[in-house]
């Protein structure tokens, strides 16, 4: 935006080294897994996990992503929790797949971590955990220095609780606004800690499953046993899909000291674990596993099963620019300088039920006579869907921008989400009739969340 008056090279040259910068926040995706282990629900120490990862450096490095490997740790400040207590998540990369992308030296306290830790077993979802602007001097195309983030949830559930690693994000705070997000390549990542839950210190579910095998033939009886059930219950071992058990499955009691050998025969191709619990349906609280276990060889009677799958990507945007001019305006005059904002590309191929928020926010507008408010810029938000997405996106409001923020498009929770979608606005910049002439800027910082 250019106010008419006496022509300012130096701001000029400003304009163009401070173009607006793009930056991104990834959201973690998790996922139900099968532990190629019996289950037993016992804590475990925090153990330090390697998992692929892929991290996508800002636009404006103009390199491409990365894809490497992250070490991380979990650890909590209680390992025994009951029902109703919080507790407090650490999580510590301890070398990050992402390095600095530029061959500019990043000085010292100027990266924020956030990122989420996934939770398994009793109780399911994420937990979001940030970490302090703290980090020592980082060389040009050095290595990121290891950082810890922190977080808190409430346990919900008794039982086994698993903690993985999830995606996280580097944002560096120094001459612009950066984001480096990295999401793990196959979610979930390894668990890195084990804690169990109680009920008002109620009993631990120790119940466990071993297999005589980790595969068989469709029809072949594989021995499942049991120990640590409710002596004399009726206890059903079937196998699992991944979701929920399979129609496979045999009822039976448990000994007079919990314990039982079952032998049930496992057809279902979708089968990747057996399970066993008492009661009508799964519980977690009063069952084990699920237990790893895969169909192998021909299906019967002379059909092959055959197997594909279709993995999950990210969720990324792209975006057609990154300098935007606004209209001029004359001095004692003032007025509304507008523009459209460089179309943004969301795509979001995660998969998942997670929707996704577009936001956005600015700084104030310098110049040779000061400042403008960033209070003065508002929006007037569009956003369109691409053909055959399964979400449908909305755009934010119209209304101002500001330091604090607004929302650009968004699209809902469901029970099947993503697609492709491309979103945009006009802006107008509300400039005081006796702004002194030149040439104003200003950084707008679009963040996916």
């Known amino acids: ?95 990050p797949a992402a390095s600095n992308p530029v061959d500019l030296a990043l000085p010292a306290d100027i990266m924020t971590p956030s990122g989420k830790v996934a939770l398994g077993g009793a109780q399911s979802g994420s937990v979001t955990v940030t970490g302090p602007k703290k980090n020592p001097p980082v060389p040009g195309k050095g290595e990121f220095p290891p950082f810890s983030m922190t977080g808190t949830f409430t346990v919900t559930a008794p039982g086994s609780i698993t903690l993985s690693p999830g995606d996280y ?36 579910n120790e119940r466990t499953i071993t297999l005589s095998a980790a595969s068989g033939k469709p029809g072949e009886r594989v021995t499942v046993t049991g120990a640590e059930f409710t002596p004399n219950a009726d206890v059903t071992v079937a196998g699992w899909n991944g979701t929920a058990p399979t129609a496979d499955k045999i009822t039976s009691k448990a000994t007079a000291t919990g314990t039982f050998t079952f032998l049930p025969k496992i057809n279902d191709p979708a089968t990747v674990g057996i399970v066993a619990f008492e009661g009508d349906s799964w519980d977690p609280a009063k069952g084990a596993g699920p237990a790893a276990y895969s169909l192998v060889g021909d299906v019967p009677p002379l059909g092959q099963q055959l197997n594909s799958s279709v993995k999950a990507g990210t969720l990324s945007m792209t975006q057609a620019g990154d300098s935007v001019q606004l209209t001029s305006v004359d001095f004692g005059q003032g007025g509304a300088a507008t523009g459209d904002l460089n179309a943004v590309t969301v795509k979001d191929f995660r998969g998942g039920p997670a929707g996704w928020s577009l936001t956005g926010r600015v700084t104030d507008f310098t110049g040779p006579g000061g400042k403008i408010d960033a209070g003065k810029l508002s929006w007037t938000p569009s956003c369109t869907t691409k053909a055959g997405s399964p979400s449908t996106c909305a755009a934010g409001s119209a209304g101002v921008v500001g330091s604090a923020g607004a929302t650009l498009a968004s699209t809902p929770n469901g029970a099947f989400t993503g697609g492709e979608f491309t979103a945009g606005a006009t802006v107008s910049l509300d400039v005081p009739a006796f702004t002194a002439p030149g040439a104003y800027s200003a950084v707008l910082t679009l963040t996916l969340t």
């Open 1 to 95: 935006m250019a106010i008419s008056g006496p022509p300012n090279r130096r701001s000029a040259g400003r304009r163009r080294r401070w173009a607006a910068a793009l930056g991104v926040t990834a959201l973690a995706v998790t996922g139900a897994g099968v532990s190629a282990a019996p289950a037993v629900a016992r804590a475990t120490a925090s153990v330090a996990v390697d998992f692929p990862t892929h991290c996508v450096p800002p636009p404006i490095a103009g390199i491409p992503p990365i894809d490497g490997t992250t070490t991380a740790e979990i650890t909590v400040d209680n390992a025994a929790p009951k029902v109703g207590d919080t507790v407090t998540v650490t999580y510590t990369v301890k070398k």
């Open 169 to 204: 994000n580097i944002h560096t705070s120094y001459i612009m606004e950066l984001d480096t997000p990295c999401t793990v390549t196959n979610p979930p990542a390894p668990v890195s800690r084990t804690i169990i839950a109680t009920d008002d210190g109620g009993p631990v």
